[in-house]
């Protein structure tokens, strides 16, 4: 599948409008606008005053055009419609429930990716909040394992798609350890869409190189807790445990983990939680230097060296529930 979130990081300043959720009956109206596959511009697709018939819905998804486009100026208009729309599909018991937690996943990857590339915080917070509500109503669902979740996920290498991936898996773990009341659920997804937000401080040149990183580029790198922790340190919407995920989820129980070496229980429960998943999401995933593992092979370079310093009984709870069917 493509990444959506590839597609929406080229068309900055323009909200993009999943082709997912328009319907001839209801299209928003708005000049929308769709990208040129060679030259990668938006071109004016649909002027606001003119139909969307049928045909043409058929059209852009015979030809893969997942996205459309549509102004800055029309931005809350546009983020309106798409949760009301999200919000509909994901009640709609016609679809099937991988079917419905896919589309949610495509959509909001590209709504996410969107808020990430303006570099506003507010931003960030507000697509976090929205998008967390909707995937966490369908991943407490008894028939949405973690293993259904897994193969559900995209895995190429973007900040937002690894950000998305770990926030569900945290959800996912952190409801079968009963680590929180179900209440408690969307503050742990928002905690893992936010974990890594100090990166977009990092130059993406060293977030994306293709070789191993040099010492220097290293700690530049490892400088991203503290400086998400920097980004949203002084916010009143932000938990005491959610500040502590982006601060602590490269600590180590071992005290060998990062910025500061905190050990056993210096490092915070929500924490040390987003670290386990965050190991499994990076080996499951595409880097630039290499392809991903299976699900197999990351448990085996897990139990071997890569669980040290993870909390063990939320390492072992995790892999108990990524095997359940
Ligand atoms: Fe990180």
């Not at 229980?265 to 924490?271: G, R, S, V």
Request: glycine letters at 6%.
């Amino acid at each position: 599948m493509a990444s959506s979130s590839t597609i929406a990081t080229q068309c900055l300043g323009y909200t993009p409008i999943p082709v997912a959720l328009l319907t001839a009956e209801e299209v928003p109206a708005v000049d929308l606008y769709r990208k040129d596959a060679e030259t990668g511009r938006l071109r004016l697709y649909r002027a606001a005053n003119l139909p969307m018939l049928p045909e043409d819905l058929q059209r852009l998804n015979e030809t893969n055009i997942n996205w459309l486009y549509a102004t800055d100026i029309d931005h809350g208009q546009m983020q309106r419609f798409i949760r009301r729309k999200l919000d509909f599909m994901i009640r709609d018991e016609t679809l099937s429930l991988r079917d419905r937690f896919g589309r949610l996943n495509l959509v909001v990857e590209g709504l996410l990716a969107s808020a990430f590339e303006s570099n506003d915080t507010d931003d960030v917070i507000r697509s976090a909040g929205s998008i967390s509500a909707m995937a966490v109503r369908l991943l407490c669902r008894d028939d949405m394992t973690a293993g259904d979740l897994i193969s559900l996920l995209h895995h190429d290498y973007q900040t937002v798609t690894h950000s998305l991936n770990v926030a569900y898996m945290m959800v996912a773990l952190a409801r079968d350890l009963r680590l929180v009341g179900n209440d408690q659920l969307p503050a742990v997804a928002v905690a893992g869409i936010l974990h890594d937000i100090g990166k977009l401080s990092v130059s993406e040149r060293i977030l994306t190189k293709n070789d191993r990183l040099q010492r220097r580029e290293q700690r530049i790198a490892q400088k991203h807790p503290a400086l998400g922790f920097r980004r949203l340190g002084k916010r009143t919407d932000i938990s005491f445990a959610q500040l502590m995920v982006v601060y602590q989820h490269h600590e180590r129980t071992s005290g060998k983990g990062y910025p500061v070496g905190a050990v056993g229980d210096e490092i915070h429960p929500w924490a040390r939680l987003c670290s386990v998943v965050n190991v499994f999401e990076s080996l499951i995933s595409n880097r630039p230097y290499r392809g991903r593992y299976s699900l197999t092979e990351a448990l085996s370079m897990m139990d071997q060296h890569l669980s040290d310093g993870l909390d063990q009984e939320m390492y072992q709870c995790w892999k108990q529930s990524i095997r359940k069917k």
